[in-house]
């Protein structure tokens, strides 16, 4: 016999929000406030309490050193684990980029949308750039890099509006800024085939993106570059990865040719 709480429209809600309150332990993987919880999630600050003190409980967050922040625990790794056994993406894809990311020394990553993020399906990273702090999982901001820009660039049209109409009404007094970045973007992309984003989601880190679209679902995901330099210089960036970068394109869609995905 179902429970009386079992599928109920507040059940649902606490789940969602829940999963909200994880997600927002982005790429960065730093310990987060109980403030920046709710800043990054919109929920209330009594919402937000309640639920790291749950998540706590069921081993999903820990206090980071015993104090008021949090970070992951180990249920939410081991949901990350199963993710990459079962993940048919990250099976097929991560040694192929792995190999890369060594030859190229950057990190190589494969992105589709979360909301107004982008999260990495599978990802190589180079040893000399650890300090991007990215891997599978991860989440970075849709609007501020090259991956992002590079997925929206591949939308279609009205899919692309959608899109745009939210990453704006979230930008708030910066949207004029936002869009003028990703409408250069667009430019790029028309012109080269690539965009370039340097220093504006983390200080003198770089990424280099394209959308490719794979498997038997033709899904819409982005391929990109990225590492962390002294000064970063965007012509020699294209430069060097811009080929190496399209190659992996096509070998991407070839690895992927017979998955079903959907993200």
């Given amino acids: 016999m179902k429970s009386s709480g079992e599928g109920s429209p507040s059940v649902t809600l606490t789940v969602e929000r829940g999963l909200e309150v994880l997600r927002a332990f982005h790429a960065e993987r730093t310990p987060l406030s109980n403030a920046e919880l709710v800043r990054r999630t919109g929920l209330s600050k009594a919402t937000v309490s309640r639920l790291t003190t749950t998540l706590i409980r069921i081993g999903f967050l820990r206090r980071a050193g015993g104090g008021r922040q949090f970070e992951l625990g180990a249920g939410a790794l081991s949901m990350g684990h199963a993710y990459l056994e079962t993940n048919p993406v990250t099976r097929v894809v991560n040694p192929y980029l792995q190999q890369l990311a060594d030859k190229l020394d950057v990190c190589v990553a494969l992105g589709v949308p ?150």
């Fill in 114 to 263: 979360h909301h107004l993020d982008m999260l990495y399906i599978a990802c190589g990273i180079g040893a000399k750039i650890a300090t991007l702090r990215t891997g599978v999982g991860s989440l970075i901001p849709m609007e501020s890099t090259a991956l992002g820009r590079a997925y929206l660039y591949g939308l279609p049209a009205q899919e692309r509006r959608t899109q745009m109409d939210a990453i704006l009404l979230a930008a708030g007094i910066h949207a004029k800024t936002v869009k003028g970045n990703i409408q250069a973007a667009f430019e790029d992309l028309k012109q080269s085939g690539v965009c370039i984003c340097v220093g504006e989601y983390q200080r003198n880190a770089y990424g280099i993106a394209l959308p490719v679209t794979v498997g038997r679902s033709q899904t819409l995901m982005a391929l990109n570059c990225g590492a962390i330099e002294l000064q970063p210089n965007a012509a020699t960036i294209r430069r060097k990865l811009m080929p190496a970068l399209k190659t992996a394109a096509r070998n991407v869609v070839d690895l992927l040719a017979d998955v079903d995905y959907e993200p």
